[in-house]
């Protein structure tokens, strides 16, 4: 009953938000590109929280966007509201974070892939790889149609062996009841693949028109328009609020007196769930002093009544869940609309890929996103993006794009995965970015540009301007260096006004603007501003306010690449090598650092097994230690 | 893997009772046994860890080169993880040379510096903050600085650090609490809390930082200058120290030949006197290498005895001495006492103010103990003879402390300063890897570098 269909260079597996940015990346960078998915009515389905960004993440979909990816700009497009946090904190920190229309999130991101050239999206189950002499070269449908591909990139999300629980009652599904992929599970455990299972789970959603606001916060969207992507220039002022209310002691003795009812609890899970986005009743065994959890509102779109219950994720049976929502301030009569639940998957063991995210057991075979061990849509999608560009470079015989962890974020999030593992759902935090500073929200485009456009993925005309803005700001740097501020009464009391502490010589304007105090704004009123947009003004003020930081990251940067250029031969035999602690000669083996930089990010290597690695390839005694 | 066999002189270059040939390496015990010529066994044949007399016979011409004794030890309990064989022989630089030769005549390859204690590290014998403590041990002078290096070994160093590395740490995850979750309604870390925690850790790095100096007081001596007027006695008191307890190192040339140091041991703690050769030709260390250079060593010296004559008048120039060491640790001597009183002693108290003030006939040998107990009081004051202190006697663990405390005093301006807090952080961050460092906790590559090329020959 099979049947021959079509050949691809790239055929993508998924189209969730990992998959539509390996479909989209590769069929861009000219491969011949094949989307499958369980249902072309979940393309980029949002099955969790409707919103996109937050702290790190957020620079995630900027970095995706530098390089010419999509979320950035879909989002633009369809969210409800947005907001920058962290602005009482450094431009390090600053993140922008938007609530989604979820429905129209999805439709403007099918319309994009449709609108693709090159790309064929198709609807189907995966359910086996063609493998050949430890080459991926196609796949099998549930329908039997084989597909030949010179690469595959699978990003099958939560729905492998997907298991949802709810209370007592467990059933097999993949997110939101949509249909599980079970034999493509156990067709990567037959193909030698370490698989682990994971654990999230998602709130229940409740009727906005039985919600009591009144007692609720309000939180509105910024004033001031926001936008992820360098293309936008259309901003959305029309935004919906989301709302703040708060769990309390009712909610609490509720759950504790009905913890045996729990499957966290009574033992039906067996998947490692997440630490920092922990289900209701684990926030309140585990943190059981604390007097209440906050709980957010957050619609799920313009045209929809559903409103997200941040917080609250539960895998709690449905009856309880009514009554614990009948106990939060404004939710006493709320009209739930669909159950929280918990759902275990498969994941592959990060360890098991390249830093190309290419497997290591299977050539031509990438994998990204959930079934990575990630979690989050900007996880996802940021190792999406990577696979495709990577895939599609591996059909065109170039060597693959790995992204440095001084780079981006993206790198950190995939060094991570690769070079240390997980054993719980990886959530990117900054505190994982050791260069924080040099990974700022405002430069993405700085870092990654370049590369976007040398790889072929941005546009003539998008290099053009971003060119000109890296030489306005260059410029402005130096002409600031140059004015003089003199302490005249003029100057003096514009000073004043500001609140800024008074001159004491003349200045120069660069000196000025490294004080706390003074931004590229009151330059202008000083009379040494330049007529620069306001993207220039902000890099100008950052990297002149901040320059001695920067240099600080930037000399550890050096180091970092010092350690890295440091390559460590392929046939390395570590079990040779006589002085190395076991624990490291067995982690080693199995991840295979490239370098001695990512050996030394290998968990349960300690700094003395790196040192004799380092004096074992200095020496040249690799030589007699390989196979 | 395969370990060439490695030998060195493994005891301090100079005249010594005894020197000390050290091998490791598969071979050691055949290669000793080359050479050896004992009166029962050969060399392979006695237990590990045994000591044993003999002869070395050179094989060219047959004949004795050498009386010594011969330890083995084998693998793997030895400090290398491989056979080890020290050849003790007579001290000096003739007779140990001649025993290396003949060692790597018979199939020993010359160590690098620093090969030894690599070949543990290597080996997995010792770690990297125990590795550095090795320095040291060879170093150390006196007993008592022994013991410093050997605390060292047994991580009483690692465990402050740590320590002090975990409250940074702590401090961190809750700035990145504030930034990774900035809507939650966690505690913010105000600057005022963080600037409380950092001056804190600060106030333990400086502390450190003081016992650090006493470590280094150990391993490298307290630098010692004896000043005054001609003729005051400064040659006596010179040669009373250096023969009552016997120089242990001798005539270790300075920088440029002005500068001569010998070590002394007094009461266990090490003195290394500077300029001695100065006094012994001039008396007089001001009159011999100039005012500048005089006052340079007078600021640099950790210890200044201040010789005075019994039997004369205080004089202006005297006074002017006084005036040079103000602020110093001083120890005031009153020589020659076996003459007339001239000196007024009540003026001699009052300018001394709190330093010490010892009455000596050094010709008849008298008050020197006095002297001696003064020292030893001046440098322990009682409470750094506890035990349990923890010296950091590294230049390198005490340039990284020094690191780290300047990189908290750029966080503390920086909170001061009003930046945000999470700039801040990267400060606090990066004293928390510099202090990682002196414990091996965040190697990097030129650490190693500057590790191995720190220890000298033979270790």
């Given at each position: 009953?099979?049947?021959?269909g079509e ?6 597996v998924?189209?969730?938000h990992?998959g539509?940015?390996a479909?989209l990346?590769?069929?861009?960078m000219?491969?011949?590109t094949l989307m ?21 993440k ?11 990816g999509?979320?950035?700009?879909n989002?633009?497009?369809?969210h409800?509201q947005?907001?920058?946090?962290n602005?009482?904190?450094g431009p390090?920190v600053?993140a ?11 439709s403007?991101?099918k319309k994009t892939?449709?609108q693709?050239e090159n790309?064929?999206l ?5 359910e086996?790889?063609?493998?050949e002499d430890?080459?991926?070269k196609?796949?099998v449908t549930k329908t039997g149609?084989?597909?030949d591909?010179k690469?595959v990139i699978l990003?099958t999300?939560?729905?492998?062996r ?6 007592d ?10 249909q ?7 067709h990567?455990q037959e ?6 299972r994971f654990?999230t ?7 906005n028109?039985?919600?009591d606001y009144?007692?609720?916060?309000i939180q ?5 328009p ?10 959305i002022?029309?935004?919906l609020?989301?709302w703040?209310t708060y ?9 504790n007196?009905n ?5 966290m ?7 490692t769930?997440?630490r920092y986005?922990p289900?209701?009743e ?5 943190f ?12 799920e779109?313009r045209?929809?009544?559903e ?5 609250l ?10 009554k ?13 609309m669909?159950a929280?639940?918990a759902i275990?998957?498969?994941a ?7 830093p190309?995210l290419?497997?290591k ?16 849509y900007e ?8 696979a495709?560009i990577?895939?599609a470079r591996k ?7 790995i992204?440095?962890?001084s780079?981006a974020?993206?790198g ?8 240390k593992?997980t054993?719980?759902p990886y959530?990117?935090?900054?505190s994982?970015?050791e260069?924080r500073l ?5 430069n993405a485009d700085?870092?990654l540009?370049?590369l ?5 993925f ?5 290099f053009d301007?971003f060119?000109k ?12 260096e140059k004015?003089?501020?003199k302490p005249?009464?003029?100057?003096q009391e514009?000073l004043?006004n500001?609140g800024v502490?008074?001159l004491?010589d003349?200045?120069?304007a660069?000196?000025?603007?490294k ?7 009151l330059?202008a009123?000083l009379?040494?501003g330049e007529e620069?947009?306001d993207?220039v003004?902000?890099q100008?003020?950052?990297?002149t306010k901040?320059?001695?930081y920067?240099?600080k990251?930037l000399?550890q940067v ?8 440091k ?5 390395i035999d ?10 490291a000669?067995q982690?080693l083996?199995?991840?295979r ?7 030394s ?5 300690n700094?003395s ?8 390839i200095?020496?040249?005694?690799i030589a007699?230690?390989?196979? | ?5 490695i030998?060195a002189?493994?005891t301090p270059m ?6 000390i ?8 015990i055949k290669?000793a046994d ?11 044949e006695?237990?590990s860890h045994?000591i044993?007399y ?6 060219e011409t047959?004949e ?5 004794m011969?330890?083995?030890m084998k693998?793997p309990?030895t400090?290398?993880k491989?056979d080890?064989v020290?050849i003790?022989c007579h001290?000096?630089l ?6 290396l030769?003949?060692?790597l005549r018979?199939g020993g390859r010359?160590?690098?510096?620093g ?5 543990a590290?290597?080996?997995?014998r010792i770690?990297l ?5 090795v320095?040291?041990?060879i170093?150390?002078k006196?007993d008592?600085?022994m013991?410093v290096a050997?605390?060292q070994?047994e991580g ?7 320590t ?6 702590e401090?961190?995850?809750h ?5 990774d979750?900035p809507?939650?309604?966690?505690e ?5 809390l963080l600037?409380?925690k950092?001056?804190?850790v600060?106030?333990h790095i400086e ?9 280094k007081i150990?391993?490298?001596?307290l ?12 040659s006596?008191?010179?040669?009373s120290?250096?023969?009552e307890?016997?120089a242990?190192?001798t ?9 001569i140091e010998e ?5 266990g703690?090490?003195l290394r006197?500077v300029?001695?050769a100065?006094i012994r ?7 011999r290498?100039g005012?500048e250079?005089?006052?340079k060593v007078?600021?640099e010296a ?5 010789v005075?004559n019994y039997?004369d008048?205080?004089t202006?120039?005297?006074?002017q ?7 110093m640790?001083?120890?005031?001597i009153v ?8 000196i007024?002693?009540?003026r001699v108290?009052e300018?001394a103010q709190e330093h ?6 050094l010709?008849k040998e008298?008050?020197v ?8 009081q001046?440098?322990?004051r009682?409470?750094l003879?506890?035990q349990?202190m923890?010296?950091v006697?590294?230049?390198r663990h005490?340039?990284l402390?020094?690191?780290?405390k300047?990189t908290?005093?750029?966080a503390v301006?920086?909170i001061e ?11 606090i ?10 414990i091996?906790d ?14 000298c020959?033979?270790?």
């Amino acid at each position: 009953m099979g049947y021959k269909g079509e050949s691809y260079d790239v055929i993508v597996v998924g189209a969730g938000h990992a998959g539509v940015e390996a479909g989209l990346a590769s069929a861009r960078m000219g491969a011949k590109t094949l989307m499958l998915t369980l249902n072309l009515d979940s393309v980029a389905f949002m099955p969790c929280n409707p919103s996109v960004g937050g702290p790190a993440k957020g620079i995630v979909v900027r970095e995706i966007d530098a390089l010419g990816g999509e979320m950035g700009r879909n989002i633009d497009k369809t969210h409800i509201q947005m907001r920058m946090l962290n602005t009482g904190k450094g431009p390090a920190v600053r993140a922008l974070r938007a609530q989604a229309d979820k429905v129209l999130y999805q439709s403007e991101m099918k319309k994009t892939l449709e609108q693709e050239e090159n790309l064929t999206l198709l609807q189907g189950m995966v359910e086996r790889l063609i493998v050949e002499d430890g080459v991926c070269k196609g796949v099998v449908t549930k329908t039997g149609a084989e597909y030949d591909a010179k690469a595959v990139i699978l990003t099958t999300g939560t729905f492998l062996r997907g298991k949802i629980i709810i209370g007592d009652l467990s059933y097999e599904s993949g997110p939101n009841n949509m249909q599980p992929s079970i034999n493509l599970s156990y067709h990567l455990q037959e193909l030698g693949f370490d698989m682990v299972r994971f654990k999230t789970g998602t709130p229940p959603r409740v009727n906005n028109k039985s919600i009591d606001y009144s007692k609720a916060e309000i939180q509105p969207g910024d004033e001031e328009p926001r936008a992820f992507s360098y293309e936008t220039t259309k901003y959305i002022t029309d935004q919906l609020p989301c709302w703040l209310t708060y769990t309390g002691e009712e909610t609490h003795e509720l759950i504790n007196s009905n913890l045996h009812r729990s499957p966290m609890y009574s033992g039906m899970i067996e998947g490692t769930g997440p630490r920092y986005c922990p289900s209701i009743e684990d926030k309140i065994v585990r943190f059981n002093d604390k007097p209440r959890h906050q709980i957010f509102l957050e619609p799920e779109g313009r045209d929809t009544n559903e409103v997200y219950v941040q917080g609250l994720s539960t895998s709690l049976p449905e009856d309880l869940q009514r009554k614990i929502l009948a106990t939060i301030p404004g939710l006493e009569k709320a009209e739930m609309m669909r159950a929280g639940y918990a759902i275990e998957y498969d994941a592959i063991v990060p360890t098991q890929l390249w830093p190309s995210l290419e497997t290591k057991r299977i050539q031509n075979l990438f994998t990204a996103g959930q079934l990575n061990g990630t979690s989050g849509y900007e996880e996802a999608a940021g190792q999406g993006i990577m696979a495709g560009i990577n895939a599609a470079r591996k059909v065109q015989d170039k060597e693959p794009v790995i992204l440095d962890r001084s780079q981006a974020y993206i790198g950190v999030l995939i060094d991570d995965l690769v070079t240390k593992g997980t054993n719980e759902p990886y959530r990117l935090l900054t505190s994982r970015a050791e260069y924080r500073l040099l990974l700022r929200h405002d430069n993405a485009d700085l870092r990654l540009t370049d590369l976007g456009y040398e790889i072929g993925f941005i546009k003539q005309e998008r290099f053009d301007r971003f060119t000109k803005k890296k030489e306005q700001i260059e410029a402005e740097k130096k002409r600031l260096e140059k004015v003089i501020v003199k302490p005249t009464p003029e100057v003096q009391e514009k000073l004043r006004n500001a609140g800024v502490t008074e001159l004491k010589d003349a200045t120069s304007a660069a000196t000025l603007l490294k004080r706390p105090e003074v931004t590229y704004g009151l330059l202008a009123q000083l009379g040494v501003g330049e007529e620069v947009s306001d993207e220039v003004a902000e890099q100008v003020e950052i990297q002149t306010k901040y320059a001695g930081y920067i240099e600080k990251q930037l000399q550890q940067v050096d180091r970092m690449k010092k350690m890295d250029e440091k390559k460590i031969p392929e046939d390395i035999d570590y079990f040779a090598i006589q002085g190395l602690a076991n624990e490291a000669k067995q982690k080693l083996n199995e991840v295979r650092p490239l370098s001695i930089g990512q050996a030394s990010r290998v968990s349960g290597v300690n700094p003395s097994d790196i040192s004799i690695l380092l004096v074992y390839i200095e020496q040249g005694k690799i030589a007699r230690v390989g196979k | 893997m395969e370990h060439d066999t490695i030998a060195a002189i493994s005891t301090p270059m100079g005249e010594g009772a005894i020197a000390i040939v050290r091998l490791s390496g598969d071979e050691a015990i055949k290669i000793a046994d080359q050479l050896y010529r004992g009166k029962k066994k050969a060399l392979k044949e006695v237990d590990s860890h045994t000591i044993n007399y003999g002869h070395l016979i050179d094989p060219e011409t047959n004949e004795v080169a050498e009386e010594v004794m011969v330890s083995v030890m084998k693998a793997p309990h030895t400090f290398t993880k491989e056979d080890i064989v020290e050849i003790n022989c007579h001290g000096g630089l003739v007779s140990v040379n001649r025993v290396l030769q003949l060692v790597l005549r018979a199939g020993g390859r010359l160590a690098e510096p620093g090969e030894f204690t690599k070949r543990a590290f290597l080996n997995g014998r010792i770690d990297l903050s125990q590795a550095e403590a090795v320095i040291d041990l060879i170093r150390a002078k006196t007993d008592r600085a022994m013991n410093v290096a050997l605390n060292q070994m047994e991580g009483r160093l690692s465990k402050l650090i740590s320590t002090l590395r975990q409250e940074l740490l702590e401090t961190v995850a809750h700035v990145e609490v504030n930034i990774d979750y900035p809507e939650y309604d966690a505690e913010e870390m105000t600057h005022d809390l963080l600037l409380n925690k950092m001056k804190d850790v600060h106030h333990h790095i400086e502390r450190i930082l003081t016992t650090a100096k006493q470590g280094k007081i150990l391993r490298e001596g307290l630098s010692t200058v004896i000043v005054g007027r001609p003729n005051v006695g400064k040659s006596s008191l010179l040669n009373s120290l250096v023969h009552e307890n016997k120089a242990i190192v001798t005539d270790v040339p300075g920088t440029t030949r002005d500068v001569i140091e010998e070590y002394v041991n007094v009461r266990g703690v090490p003195l290394r006197l500077v300029d001695t050769a100065g006094i012994r030709e001039t008396e007089d260390i001001v009159e011999r290498i100039g005012v500048e250079r005089s006052r340079k060593v007078l600021k640099e010296a950790d210890l200044i005895l201040l010789v005075l004559n019994y039997s004369d008048e205080l004089t202006h120039e005297d006074e002017q001495l006084f005036e040079a060491v103000k602020g110093m640790d001083v120890i005031v001597i009153v020589n020659k006492t076996d003459l007339p009183e001239k000196i007024d002693m009540d003026r001699v108290k009052e300018i001394a103010q709190e330093h010490p003030v010892v009455t000596t006939s050094l010709l008849k040998e008298e008050g020197v103990d006095q002297l001696e107990e003064s020292i030893s009081q001046l440098f322990f004051r009682g409470s750094l003879e506890a035990q349990d202190m923890t010296y950091v006697s590294n230049s390198r663990h005490i340039a990284l402390l020094e690191q780290s405390k300047s990189t908290l005093e750029d966080a503390v301006s920086a909170i001061e300063s009003g930046l945000p807090v999470d700039m801040a952080q990267i400060d606090i961050t990066r004293t928390w890897e510099l202090l990682g460092e002196i414990i091996g906790d965040t190697v990097s590559e030129s650490l190693i570098d500057q590790l191995f090329s720190q220890f000298c020959l033979g270790k």
